[in-house]
Each structure stands twice: as structure tokens, then as C-alpha cells.
């Protein structure tokens, strides 16, 4: 990949936007930044680039390989440990401040923050308007905490009683959580249901089935937990959580989702069904339920945040397909890794999708690469390399107003 010439955008930047006269005026520069989170597959490490020039900003250290999440407000990176039961953070180094009639951004250095959450088994990690639950598969309690809290390096974690340790998940809300209920004669098997609870301890109305519960997202207001049998779909109503069932179609074909994403811009969620097709799923409708069929198995899918009707998906034959979630179909697809097979271990080091702006981010664990591709025209866009075997990847960023506050208060009268 080619960087930008950035000396050149600078200088021609100054000139446009020097002073006017002998009157200091505030400026008032619109501003865009992305940064790629990076784990590797096998080594303790997140590498952070930036996603405009391909420059590495920084590499941090951790305790074992990570997966990543980011949270909503893009001001913070989760890197869930499994393995070293370890959950760390990382300032994301950008922030937004919404004024209305325009956007502010705020760029600084990332930094490893002190979250140093241990635990046995972490495993989902879920945020709700600021509010976080950490699960671990093996506790009978998940965790709860602020998003500020942790960027204020003083997260003091609540705790709710889960009944046993299981592999599930759990939604914050305001007073309380979703949590999954683990089956009664064999917790390692799938939770059967979701429970209402308070922070109290207590719960809230009556347990919901959800048999062979597996797979999770949030879409707009919605959070969607996937079942053997549909969807229970989790809105907010007046200080306490609501769930509906949204059953599978009669028209579908025996199976069910088990990993799920969430549409961001419009509301519709995304499963696997089956291993060569993913299922498109409006959640305004009875039966609005569409099936793609994919040309190979699926390795990864992800949503695009930007041009919120298309989804993309690597396939085992290494190509990237664009899907029209309106149309609910491939409209295109591109070449851009070798093939990984999705024979062997369900762990195996294969790619994995994110979109930085106008990038779709594609990483080549066994090439140590970063492939990126136009958004717009659907093009391959250059490579970035990483050491090691680069695999989760996060995308943090988008455009602002960067102030000149001394300029500002200089003016004052």
C-alpha cells in the first residue's frame, strides 16, 4: 500500500486555513482518523495502525491472545483474554463530542489502560448505552461496569448471579440485565432460556425459553439472542427490558442461526444457516426471514456502519462478497486470499472482516497481511503488513472539527 502524501496535505492545509488580516480567528479544521485494533492469532499482542497510511501507532503487550471488541462510543477496545482469563482495555486515542449542528473529534496517542479483569473462562463481551456486561463461561456470576469507569482507570464492577457456570451472555440495561439460563441436568450443554434481573438479585416477570440459545447481537435498539427456534428480540420499555419471540419462517429450511451480527443504520440482523448460507432477518416482520447462498463455506461476515444496506463475508475460497441486505443477495465479490479451509480446528487461524470509512479490512493471518478494499467500487486498495499472524481486527474512527481553543480564547474580548 502506498501512503498518502501527507506532507504535502499538511502544507497545502496551513495555507488554506492561516490567519485572515491581523484577527485570530478560531479554527476550525474538519478532521478524519481510523485505527485498526489488531490481535494476533498465537501471540500476547494488539498491534495499532493506522488504517489511512498503513503507520504503525503502537503495540501492546498482554497476556494472551484476544479477541476484540470495541464499544459503542469507539472511545474504548476490549481484548478478551480466554485463554489467560484476562480482560484488558485500551483508549482508543479518538473521541467524539456531538454539538447539535456539527461533530467535534478528539485525536490522542492510544494507551493501554489498567483494567486488568481476571477471571475464569471470559468469554461474551456486551454494551448497552455505556454499560457493559463481561461474561465468564466459568463463574456463576457476570460482571457489570461503565465504560467511563474504565477510562477513569477505577471500574468497580457490580456482579449478577448467573446460577451456574455455563457458556452464555448477558445484556445490561439500565436497572438490571438479560442473562441466560443454563440447562438444569448439564450446564455445559447449550442455556435453555433468558431471564429478567434486577440488580437486586431478584428477577423480573417470567423466564423466556430459548432452547440451544447460542449467538448474540445488537441492531439499533434491538438485542437479538438466537434460538433452536427463532429469535428473542430484547427492547427497552419503561425501566425494564421487553422480550419477543420471532419464530423462524415455515418457508426456511430445518436449522437455525448460532452467530449472529447486527445491522447498524438499519435495523436487521444477520445469522449463519447452515455452513454455506447466512440468513438476513428484518425484525419488524413476521417471517421476515431471506436465505443467501454463498458459493463456498463462510469463514467471517461483518456489517458495514457507513453504507448501512451492505454486508460482506469471506468465503473459504478466499473471496469478499458484498451482500444487499435490501435485495438479499451477492452483488459482488473479489479475490483476496488464499483459500482457508474450514476443515480442522473451529480455532484455526482464517480471516477476518472490519470497515474503516471507505475501507473494508480484511486480515490474512497465514500472509501477515492486511488486505484493504475501496467500499465505494467494490476494488482491491493495497496491503498492509503485520508481524506475526494478525486475526481479530477492530476499526475505530470517522470525521470531526478539531478546534483551536487557545485561538479561540485569545479572541475573546
Known amino acids: 500500500m502506498k501512503p498518502l502524501p501527507y506532507l504535502a496535505w499538511a502544507l497545502g492545509l ?4 492561516g490567519p485572515v488580516g491581523n484577527v485570530a480567528l478560531a479554527e476550525e479544521d474538519d478532521v478524519t482518523a481510523w485505527r485498526l485494533f489488531v490481535s494476533d492469532h498465537a501471540a500476547p499482542v494488539v498491534h495499532v495502525i493506522d488504517a489511512l497510511n498503513g503507520g504503525m501507532l503502537a503495540r501492546f503487550s498482554i497476556k ?14 476490549f481484548a478478551v483474554q480466554g485463554s489467560a482469563g484476562t480482560v484488558s482495555a485500551i483508549s482508543t486515542g479518538i473521541a467524539f463530542h456531538d454539538h447539535g449542528d456539527h461533530g467535534d473529534i478528539d485525536i490522542d496517542d492510544p494507551k493501554l489502560l489498567g483494567l486488568g479483569m481476571t477471571g475464569s473462562k471470559p468469554g461474551h463481551f456486551v454494551e448497552r ?11 456463576d456470576r457476570t460482571r457489570l461496569f461503565t465504560e467511563q469507569d474504565v477510562l477513569d482507570d477505577k471500574a468497580n464492577p457490580r ?30 450443554k447449550r442455556p435453555i432460556g433468558a ?6 438479585g431478584k428477577p423480573v416477570g417470567p423466564d423466556i425459553p430459548c432452547p440451544g440459545l447460542h449467538g448474540s447481537a445488537g441492531s439499533g435498539s434491538l438485542y437479538a439472542l438466537a434460538c433452536d427456534t427463532g429469535l428473542l428480540l430484547i427492547g427497552q420499555g419503561t425501566g425494564v427490558p421487553v422480550i419477543r419471540h420471532l419464530p423462524y419462517a415455515a418457508s426456511l429450511p430445518k436449522g437455525s442461526s448460532s452467530t449472529l451480527i447486527g445491522g447498524r443504520g438499519l435495523q436487521y440482523f444477520i445469522g449463519n444457516y447452515g455452513a454455506d448460507r447466512i440468513l438476513i432477518v428484518d425484525p419488524s416482520e413476521a417471517g421476515g426471514f431471506r436465505l443467501v447462498q454463498l458459493p463456498t463455506r463462510r469463514v467471517h461476515f461483518a456489517v458495514d456502519p457507513v453504507r448501512a444496506k451492505f454486508a460482506y463475508v469471506v468465503t473459504e475460497d478466499g473471496q469478499l462478497h458484498q451482500v444487499d441486505v ?9 479475490k483476496l486470499t488464499q483459500p482457508y479451509s474450514m476443515d480442522g480446528h473451529w480455532s484455526d487461524p482464517r480471516p477476518r472482516v472490519a470497515v474503516a470509512g471507505d475501507r473494508i479490512v480484511v486480515t490474512d493471518p497465514l500472509a501477515s497481511t492486511l488486505h ?6 467494490f476494488t482491491a486498495a493495497g496491503d498492509i ?11 475505530v474512527g470517522g470525521s470531526g472539527k478539531v478546534h483551536d481553543h487557545a485561538a479561540e480564547n485569545q479572541s475573546q474580548p
Open 14 to 17: 496551513g495555507l488554506a486555513l
Open 64 to 77: 494472551g491472545p484476544a479477541s476484540l471488541y470495541r464499544s459503542e462510543s469507539g472511545r474504548t477496545v
Open 129 to 139: 448505552q455505556g454499560l457493559v456486561a463481561q461474561w465468564f463461561d466459568g463463574e
Open 159 to 188: 456482579s449478577v448471579d448467573v446460577v451456574a457456570p455455563h457458556h452464555g451472555v448477558a445484556v445490561p440495561y439500565d436497572n438490571g440485565a438479560v442473562i441466560t439460563i443454563p440447562d438444569p441436568q448439564d450446564a455445559s
Open 195 to 200: 431471564r429478567i434481573i434486577g440488580f437486586d
Open 326 to 334: 435490501l435485495k438479499g443477495e451477492i452483488v459482488k465479490s473479489l
Open 372 to 377: 484493504l478494499v475501496n467500499a465505494a467500487d
Open 385 to 395: 503488513k503485520v508481524d506475526g499472524r494478525p486475526f481479530n481486527v477492530v476499526a
